[in-house]
């Protein structure tokens, strides 16, 4: 770039005002990527070479204005995750974000509470924010119980459809979604900004199995960082699909194929498995979803809200 336009640029974002935005921290599906036990070529050179940038999924939310941050979903790689969120708010001088919204009781999405345990931080009053049945597992089981009662965490209660105003730019509203629900429900996040909306749907059974409709619910957002976790039935024919019905990938842009371009610009795929070939943003599946006009969420991209 000559040095003039980067001067000009340069100070165009001196003047502009700051705005609150999402960070990708994560796009992996719970068990991470390489994943456990898995030898196949999808995770032997991983073993060898991990890549930085795979990490289960998980989003940061960043106000500058009001100096806050906040996470979406506590996976097992939550350390890494808050020493990047802290990349974009410096201003968190602990490192610990103002607040913590889960979606549901499945390992990947709630486990990263152990580190805010008296073994590790000690945090002290840390909110995290839960839907009721959420918040009775927690509450009843140990070792979540425990962080609860040594003031690691504290339950803010959410209700479902309804919006929870976290500071002046920024409000959040929880709905439920249907998912193997064994020990709490599954939500959704609609996160309002002062400008832009987003969605975030890491997990849900078949679309047609919720009672909204999806291609309508992307039209009134801005993003919708959406279930991607297997690309097709091909994947998985070693897997009973009755035990893991997540939409396919296929099956959502087949679902999206009539919508217009900047509808399908909105997807980002989201939650995939170490089995996706859509992780690498350099194989033929990752470029054919870009060229149908969706994308796979890419760790450290930024969203304005």
Same mark, same amino acid.
């Given at each position: 770039?000559? &040095? =003039?336009?980067?001067?000009?640029? /340069?100070?165009?974002?001196?003047?502009?005002?700051?705005?609150?935005?999402?960070?990708?921290?994560?796009?992996?599906?719970? @068990? @991470?990527?390489?994943?456990?036990?898995?030898? %196949?070529?999808?995770?032997?050179?991983?073993? +060898?070479?991990?890549?930085?940038?795979?990490?289960?999924?998980?989003? @940061?939310?960043?106000?500058?204005?009001? +100096?806050?941050?906040?996470?979406?979903? $506590?996976?097992?790689?939550?350390?890494?995750? &808050?020493?990047?969120?802290?990349?974009?708010?410096?201003?968190?001088?602990? @490192?610990?974000?103002?607040?913590?919204?889960?979606?549901?009781?499945?390992?990947?999405?709630? /486990?990263?509470?152990?580190?805010?345990?008296?073994?590790?931080?000690?945090?002290?009053?840390?909110?995290?924010?839960?839907?009721?049945?959420?918040?009775?597992?927690? #509450?009843?089981?140990?070792?979540?119980?425990?962080?609860?009662?040594?003031?690691? =965490? %504290?339950? !803010?209660?959410?209700?479902? !459809?309804? *919006?929870?105003?976290?500071?002046?730019?920024?409000?959040?509203?929880?709905?439920?979604?249907?998912?193997?629900? +064994?020990?709490?429900?599954?939500?959704?996040?609609?996160? +309002?900004?002062?400008?832009?909306?987003?969605?975030?749907?890491?997990?849900?059974?078949?679309?047609?199995?919720?009672?909204?409709?999806?291609?309508?619910?992307?039209?009134?957002?801005?993003?919708?960082?959406?279930?991607?976790?297997?690309?097709?039935?091909? #994947?998985?024919?070693?897997?009973?699909?009755? #035990?893991?019905?997540?939409?396919?990938? /296929?099956?959502?842009?087949?679902?999206? /194929?009539?919508?217009?371009?900047?509808?399908?610009?909105?997807?980002?795929?989201?939650?995939?498995?170490?089995?996706?070939?859509?992780?690498?943003?350099?194989?033929?599946?990752? %470029?054919?979803?870009?060229?149908?006009?969706? *994308?796979? $969420?890419?760790?450290?991209?930024?969203?304005?809200?």
């Amino acid at each position: 770039m000559p &040095l =003039i336009d980067f001067l000009i640029r /340069s100070e165009i974002n001196l003047h502009l005002e700051p705005v609150p935005f999402l960070v990708v921290l994560g796009n992996v599906q719970d @068990g @991470g990527s390489p994943h456990i036990g898995c030898a %196949k070529s999808c995770c032997a050179v991983l073993w +060898e070479h991990p890549d930085p940038q795979r990490k289960v999924t998980c989003l @940061g939310l960043v106000d500058p204005v009001n +100096e806050q941050s906040f996470i979406f979903e $506590a996976t097992p790689d939550f350390p890494e995750q &808050l020493k990047a969120l802290r990349m974009f708010a410096p201003f968190q001088k602990d @490192g610990i974000p103002n607040g913590i919204f889960l979606t549901h009781a499945h390992i990947g999405h709630y /486990s990263g509470l152990m580190y805010l345990g008296k073994e590790a931080f000690n945090s002290h009053q840390t909110k995290v924010f839960v839907m009721p049945k959420m918040q009775f597992f927690l #509450e009843k089981n140990g070792p979540w119980n425990q962080l609860i009662n040594e003031e690691n =965490i %504290k339950i !803010q209660p959410l209700t479902n !459809q309804v *919006h929870h105003q976290i500071n002046s730019l920024i409000k959040v509203k929880p709905f439920l979604i249907p998912h193997r629900d +064994e020990y709490s429900e599954t939500v959704g996040y609609q996160i +309002e900004g002062p400008n832009k909306t987003a969605l975030f749907i890491p997990d849900i059974d078949k679309w047609h199995e919720w009672e909204e409709d999806i291609t309508e619910k992307i039209t009134l957002v801005d993003y919708a960082f959406i279930d991607g976790t297997f690309l097709d039935s091909d #994947e998985i024919n070693h897997r009973d699909i009755s #035990e893991i019905p997540h939409p396919f990938i /296929s099956e959502t842009m087949d679902l999206f /194929s009539s919508m217009p371009l900047k509808e399908k610009n909105k997807i980002y795929f989201i939650h995939l498995n170490h089995t996706n070939a859509g992780l690498d943003n350099h194989s033929e599946q990752a %470029k054919k979803i870009r060229n149908l006009g969706f *994308h796979v $969420a890419n760790y450290l991209e930024k969203f304005p809200l």
